[in-house]
C-alpha cells in the first residue's frame, strides 16, 4: 500500500531535525507526486505525519515509529479510497464475498495491530537497508 511505502520511507529518511519533500518520497517510491499529496495531507491530518511548510518543508513523522500502528496507517487509507468505491449489492456479493473480506479483514487488523513503523525500520535494518549520512563529516585535527 501507497500510505505504508509513504510511512516507512519518511521514517527512514527524516530525523527529528530533517524532513523530506514529496517529491523525494515521489521519487524514491516511483509514485507520482500528484496522488501521494492527498495521503500525504490524510496522515498529516490525522497526525501520523508532521508537515513543514516552505522551500525546505516536507514531511517527518508525527509520533515516535514505536506508537503509529500500522493498522492506523492502512485505516486511513482505506477510508480515503472508500469514497469513490462502488457499493456492491448482488446476492453472492452479501452471500460470499462480503463475509469473506470481513474475514479476511479481521485476520489482517489483527496482524497490522500488533506491527508499528518502528517494527518497518527493523525489518529495513535486517535487510542490510541503511540510512544515508545527511550531516556533512566533520574532520578536526
Known amino acids: 500500500m501507497v500510505a505504508v511505502a509513504i510511512m516507512l520511507d519518511v521514517a527512514f529518511h527524516s530525523g527529528s531535525d530533517s524532513v523530506v519533500s514529496a517529491a523525494e518520497i515521489a521519487e524514491r517510491t516511483g509514485t507520482a ?6 495521503l500525504l495531507q ?5 497526525g501520523l505525519l508532521e ?3 516552505g522551500p525546505h518543508g516536507g514531511y517527518r513523522l508525527g509520533r515516535p515509529p514505536r506508537v503509529i500502528k ?3 496507517v492502512i485505516a486511513l487509507a482505506l477510508s480515503s479510497l472508500e469514497d ?3 457499493n456492491l ?3 453472492l456479493q452479501r452471500a460470499v464475498v462480503d463475509p469473506l473480506w470481513a474475514e479476511f479483514d479481521a485476520m489482517l487488523q489483527e496482524r497490522l495491530e500488533g506491527l508499528t513503523v518502528e517494527d518497518l525500520l527493523r525489518m529495513a535494518a535486517k535487510a542490510g537497508l541503511r540510512k544515508r549520512v ?8
Do not use: H, Q, Y
Open 70 to 72: 500500522l493498522s492506523d
Open 134 to 141: 545527511t550531516e556533512p563529516l566533520n574532520f578536526a585535527i
Open 42 to 46: 490524510g496522515l498529516s491530518r490525522v
Open 84 to 86: 469513490g468505491s462502488p
Open 33 to 38: 507526486r500528484r496522488s501521494l499529496e492527498p
Open 89 to 91: 449489492t448482488g446476492r
Open 51 to 53: 508537515s513543514t511548510k
